[in-house]
């Protein structure tokens, strides 16, 4: 089965810009819809995004739009979310998940970002 | 996009059945079949529990079911186990967005 591996989390100032990855195990993971979902520290699972098969259909979570922006590379098999204006309650373990069945069957790891100066 | 309504928390013994409910509206939960649950152990990752209301991907135990009557789901965990201690969340479709529960923490006691 396919794994998703999550990278790119940190420590950023607020109103600072990160980008975060999520690399496939195998070339399938380009024939799904894939999401990212957060969760603070604490917290319940928010949804933040999702991307068509070919990256030409994308949509966000109204606290993220504008700021953040989901977009794939199908030949490295990696989904990515390029975050700008970040805010403390962005603060979050970020995970990306497959889309499947209008569900999401397949998880990765999570990536911790922390936005605080 | 409000989070459903989720129960902050819900318990049974071992062997007992317990049921937690999501509520939402008309434009998610009740306008849509694509209601599904997550369990989610500490520091772990959530896991897939039900798809489309009532729907048990492979390895899925048949102690976990799923159901909905309106704008309201609800998953039965019956045979309760050591195991099913976690937080559940909800999760529903909703024209193109998805929205989550608020999340369910279930004790086994």
């Known amino acids: 089965e396919v794994e998703l591996v999550e990278s790119g989390g940190g420590l950023v100032q607020p109103g600072g810009s990160l980008r975060l990855s999520c690399a496939a195990s195998e070339v399938t993971f380009n024939h799904y819809w894939i999401h990212w979902v957060r969760q603070a520290p604490g917290k319940g699972l928010v949804w933040v995004s999702i991307i068509s098969l070919d990256g030409g259909t994308t949509y966000y979570a109204d606290s993220v739009k504008g700021r953040f922006s989901i977009s794939r590379d199908s030949a490295k098999n990696t989904l990515y979310l390029q975050m700008n204006s970040l805010r403390a309650e962005d603060t979050a373990v970020y995970f990306c998940?497959?889309?499947?069945?209008?569900?999401?069957?397949?998880w990765g790891q999570g990536t911790t970002v922390t936005v605080s100066s | 996009q409000s989070a459903l309504t989720q129960p902050p928390s819900a318990s049974g013994s071992p062997g007992q059945s317990v049921t937690i409910s999501c509520t939402g509206t008309?434009?998610?939960?009740?306008?849509?079949?694509?209601v599904s649950w997550y369990q989610q152990h500490p520091g772990k990752s959530p896991k897939l529990m039900i798809y489309?209301?009532?729907k048990r991907p492979s390895g899925v135990p048949d102690r976990f079911s799923g159901s909905k009557s309106g704008n309201t789901a609800s998953l039965t965990v019956s045979g309760l186990q050591a195991e099913d201690e976690a937080d559940y969340y909800c999760s529903s479709y909703a024209d193109g967005l998805y929205v989550f529960g608020t999340g369910t923490k279930v004790t086994v006691l």
């Open positions: 008309s434009s998610d939960v009740g306008g849509y079949n694509y």
């Open positions: 998940a497959r889309a499947n069945n209008f569900a999401m069957d397949v």
């Open positions: 489309e209301v009532n």
